[in-house]
């Protein structure tokens, strides 16, 4: 009985483990963090356990819950939605819709925001220069809301990517400054049914914020929206009521493309333009509402910092990965740097950590596998055959990877 019990106990923590699901960009509050096991760093074409054509082209994420995986594609201003089989990539269902053109930065896409999904339904943000859409479909692919809201003043066009906290859908409409008196507007909907539950308005700017907000959870235990925007820098808010709680606005001078990522006592964030990082700041939340938050440090080596990818924190060290190829470790606590190396080409795409290693692609679809260490440790480079700026997935012990037009799944060994 004993042995029964033991194994039963091992089964269920190694199963649960293995299912952990990947429901918004960058997987659980958008940290790149894996706990899957036994993925390996090499492989060929003939290790990928399935290999999908996609109905379209894209940039964004896939998003999975249990054995479903939903992603979006498009031919230009005609886009889609759809689910596809975890476990055999087959495609369940397509859901079609067709945009409002407009110009838009070459390395821009219609189809480059990534859904959010969770037990019951899969949200996503199509959004152009006229009209903005929040949608909810079950896990069928049956509508159960549609939401419009106005349209989106910007540089390069707009890319809108939501996240969830408990019964709330969350994203950012910020505008560029403009003459049309559009508004800049963070948003809080009931995900069961598209209401507003609170809006909080913020000042226009120059460029705006293409990052999507995570979690932190302050020393009193509540948890707080964290947002990173060159209006307002990095801003803690209230869940629940959408007051700002604090906000430290010299943390980004420029424009805001990555999410911000969080430690235990810090949120990490970084900025940039012109192909290059200009600054990456490490902001420390106040303990009380009385203090004020404080920058632990900003570095502002444009060498090296990043621009579009975000982050990656794993214990006590930071890696980043340049735009233009420099892989760099620093301690996260002090900013010290640690090295530097150039493993491979371009990065728009951010690095996850699986087991040990940190996975990051090029842009001409080239997975890099490093080991996340202080000493640099480089470990293989992977031809996915084609350009990619999708940050990769990973769920039931599998590595989900996107390209412009394919999806593919690696399985983890024993």
């Given amino acids: 009985m004993r042995c029964v019990l033991y194994y039963s106990l091992l089964i269920w923590l190694v199963t649960g483990v293995y299912a952990q699901d990947w429901t918004r960009f960058r997987g659980p509050n958008g940290s790149g963090i894996s706990q899957a096991k036994g993925i390996p760093f090499q492989w060929t074409d003939s290790d990928y356990l399935w290999k999908t054509k996609l ?3 894209g940039h964004s994420s896939p998003v999975l819950w249990k054995h479903k995986l939903f992603i979006t594609c498009g031919n230009k201003n005609d886009v889609a939605l759809l689910a596809l089989d975890a476990d ?3 495609i369940l269902w397509k859901k079609d819709y067709t945009l409002a053109p407009y110009r838009m930065n070459s390395l821009n896409h219609y189809a480059a925001g990534s859904p959010a999904c969770d037990e019951r339904a899969v949200y996503v943000i199509w959004s152009t220069a006229e009209e903005t859409t929040v949608l909810a ?6 509508p159960l809301w549609s939401k419009s ?3 989106t003043a910007s540089q390069h066009g707009p890319c ?3 996240m969830l906290i408990d019964d709330l859908l969350v994203f950012t409409m910020e505008q560029r400054v403009n003459s049309d008196d559009v508004k800049s507007y963070w948003y809080a909907l009931d995900k069961n049914t598209g209401t507003i539950c609170w809006q909080l308005k913020r000042n226009n700017a120059s460029h705006i914020s293409y990052s999507t907000p995570c ?10 929206l964290v947002f990173a925007s060159k209006s307002h820098g990095v801003t803690g808010v209230d869940p629940r009521t959408g007051k700002v709680l604090w906000e430290e606005i010299t943390a980004c001078p420029a424009r805001v493309v990555a999410s911000p990522v969080v430690t235990k006592d810090m949120v990490i964030v970084n ?3 012109g192909g290059t990082g200009m600054q990456l700041a490490a902001v420390v939340p106040p303990t009380n509402s009385h203090a004020k938050p404080k920058i632990a440090y900003a570095l502002t080596d444009r060498k090296i910092l990043p621009y579009v990818t975000m982050p990656l924190i794993v214990g006590d060290l930071m890696f980043t990965f340049h735009d233009t190829g420099p892989v760099c470790c620093f301690d996260a606590k002090t900013g010290k740097s640690i090295w530097t190396k150039k493993p491979g080409g371009r990065f728009y795409c951010s690095p996850i950590y699986i087991g040990g290693n940190i996975y990051c692609v090029t842009m001409d679809g080239k997975a890099v596998v490093i080991k996340a260490d202080r000493e640099y440790q480089f470990l293989a480079v992977n031809d996915l055959g084609e350009e990619t700026q999708a940050s990769p997935a990973v769920a039931n012990n599998r590595l989900y990877l996107r390209t412009l037009t394919h999806l593919f799944c690696l399985e983890g060994k024993p």
Avoid: I, M, N, R
Wanted: aromatic share 6%.
């Fill in 55 to 57: 109905p379209g082209q």
């Fill in 88 to 90: 055999t990539g087959k």
């Fill in 137 to 142: 479909l079950d896990h069928a692919g049956e």
């Fill in 149 to 151: 809201f106005g349209p």
């Fill in 160 to 162: 809108k990517t939501p």
């Fill in 215 to 224: 979690v932190y959870t302050g020393s009193d235990g509540q948890d707080q």
């Fill in 271 to 273: 900025c940039g333009d």
